[in-house]
T-cell receptor, first 110, second 116 residues
Framework: DAGITQSPRHKVTETGTPVTLRCHQT?????MYWYRQDPGHGLRLIHY???????DKGEVSDGYSVSRSKTEDFLLTLESATSSQTSVYFC?????????FGPGTRLTVT | AQSVTQLGSHVSVSEGALVLLRCNYS??????LFWYVQYPNQGLQLLLK??????LVKGINGFEAEFKKSETSFHLTKPSAHMSDAAEYFC??????????????FGKGTLLTVNP
């Protein structure tokens, strides 16, 4: 298994509060990604990073920000969580010819 | 722009029967194509991938898929279903450009049920 961990694995938070999810890799890969998974939608790309301090938006980036200060860590922040951001969040890294996915974070916004 | 259409959000087969999960893609550049499997409450595991080599691709657990450019399809098959194949399956596409930057576009998934 690729060395990808996500924390926390589960979180319940209230509407309007900030939330930060962490993705950590031990593979030293350049590219890292955040996706969200929702029933009937598959996985959708939120943001991705192509190096330290280099990030770009995906197709569902509104309401999310990211940061990457070290190669191994990619943080996803919900500045003010809303109920529509209740989802399962997956981090991924790109290896040779494929992506490897982390175990996911289940976020519930009440 | 890229897109993936998975025909059938839910497929049900009997144990021992053929499994066929359909995937059609749209891409303006030559694609890389992937099938992932997700077991309940787990992450995504790569089943197989097409990256411009052989058009018939064999993956893990007895699955295979054939890239058909003329039909823009990448259907997943397995000759004989096992109970352990019950899971959700996702088809994904990305372009070959950008080095190892694989921004994947996923289909909405197909839930496979295997009946005894």
């Amino acid at each position: 298994d690729a060395g990808i961990t996500q924390s926390p694995r589960h979180k319940v938070t209230e509407t309007g509060t900030p939330v930060t999810l962490r993705c950590h890799q031990t593979e030293n890969h350049r590219y890292m990604y955040w996706y969200r998974q929702d029933p009937g939608h598959g996985l959708r790309l939120i943001h991705y990073s192509y190096g330290v301090k280099d990030t770009d938006k995906g197709e569902v980036s509104d309401g999310y920000s990211v940061s990457r200060s070290k190669t191994e860590d990619f943080l996803l922040t919900l500045e003010s969580a809303t109920s529509s951001q209740t989802s399962v969040y997956f981090c991924a890294i790109s290896g040779v010819d494929e992506q490897y996915f982390g175990p996911g974070t289940r976020l519930t916004v009440t | 722009a890229q897109s993936v259409t998975q025909l059938g959000s839910h497929v049900s087969v009997s144990e021992g029967a053929l499994v066929l999960l359909r995937c059609n893609y749209s891409s303006s550049v030559p694609p890389y194509l992937f099938w992932y499997v997700q077991y309940p409450n787990q992450g995504l595991q790569l089943l197989l991938k097409y990256t411009s080599a052989a058009t018939l691709v064999k993956g893990i657990n007895g699955f295979e898929a054939e890239f058909k450019k003329s039909e823009t399809s990448f259907h997943l098959t397995k000759p004989s279903a096992h109970m352990s194949d019950a899971a959700e399956y996702f088809c994904a596409v990305t372009s070959r450009s950008g080095g190892s930057n694989y921004k994947l576009t996923f289909g909405k998934g197909t839930l496979l049920t295997v009946n005894p």
